[in-house]
């Protein structure tokens, strides 16, 4: 169990009537409890809270007029991670696995899975079927990615990725979706907070589904699995996006932040996959 403080800071310049749908509030359950919780608005509106889709996301819609706007978050959560040892956990087998899992088998927006199956199946085919085969998607992402900020734009997907080797966390996340998904391995996109991650920002992970339960995967290995804090999930990037905005607006300030509250644990982890986390 660790405490987690988290938030954000946002300025935009909105020059027209807006409607923003933000997802930035941390998403709870019986693995992450929500101890304390603050939103606030500059200048003070009325906010809409809104639960969207099969995984519950949480969507907060805000009509704003012209001028300076400003949205403060923060929170302090408490993880409870289901932990097993890595070597236990197997495949699903897809006749078995349950329908609102099955979406995440299917190519997405940025996760190509039916142009990649071949390249995936040559690469992990022979891969010995769980944990250990998701692992080696996500050490074989890593080892050939280089992590470039600003070197993809909103509109670079998976296989743009494999093929010019760089990107961002949201890329690297997708990329081994793609590949799960082309394996036949469910696995969907996490956004959220990442304990002290450098430079700071609203980070993106991936989870795939085996032996019947979400298993946690970062393929940046920029922050330990143990200090993941989940705003949404969804089939990729576009389901899960900060703030969706209708309207001309700019964004002239954002601060992100995750430290370790309460007493010290020891959140020390590698990203190689020794022990297979949940906190789904």
């Known amino acids: 169990m660790v405490q987690i403080k988290i938030g954000c800071d946002?300025?935009?310049?909105?020059?027209?009537?807006?409607?923003?749908?933000?997802?930035?509030?941390?998403?709870?359950?019986?693995?992450?409890?929500?101890?304390?919780?603050d939103l606030n608005l500059q200048p003070a509106l009325n906010v809409e809270r809104c639960q969207i889709g099969t995984a519950g996301n949480q969507l907060q819609r805000v009509v704003v007029q012209p001028g300076e706007f400003k949205v403060s978050y923060g929170a302090t959560v408490e993880l409870t991670h289901q932990t097993l040892n890595?070597?236990?956990?197997?495949?699903?087998?897809?006749s078995q696995t349950p329908a609102d899992v099955l979406t995440y088998l299917n190519p997405s927006?940025?996760?190509?899975?039916?142009?990649?199956?071949?390249?995936?199946?040559?690469?992990?085919?022979?891969?010995y079927p769980g944990f250990s085969r998701v692992q080696a998607i996500c050490n074989w992402v890593f080892e050939h990615l280089d992590y470039t900020p600003g070197s993809t734009n909103a509109s670079t997907t998976a296989a743009d990725v494999l093929l010019q080797r760089t990107g961002v966390c949201r890329d690297y996340a997708h990329l081994a979706i793609t590949l799960c998904r082309g394996m036949g391995i469910p696995a969907r996109y996490v956004a959220g907070y990442a304990l002290n991650l450098q430079p700071p920002d609203f980070h993106g992970f991936m989870e795939a589904y085996l032996d019947g339960g979400w298993y946690l995967f970062d393929p940046t290995r920029l922050t330990s699995i143990m200090g993941l804090v989940r705003i949404g999930t969804g089939r990729d990037a576009a389901d899960v996006s900060t703030a969706t905005i209708t309207g001309s607006v700019l964004l002239t300030h954002q601060a992100v932040w995750?430290?370790?509250a309460g007493a010290s644990t020891d959140l020390m982890d590698d990203g190689t996959g020794s022990s297979a986390v949940s906190t789904a």
């Open 86 to 94: 890595s070597n236990d956990v197997g495949e699903s087998q897809i």
């Open 10 to 37: 946002l300025t935009y310049q909105v020059r027209t009537q807006a409607v923003f749908l933000f997802q930035i509030a941390a998403a709870s359950n019986d693995h992450r409890r929500i101890l304390a919780e």
């Open 109 to 127: 927006r940025y996760c190509e899975s039916d142009l990649l199956s071949r390249f995936a199946f040559e690469e992990f085919g022979h891969l």
């Open 258 to 260: 995750a430290n370790q």
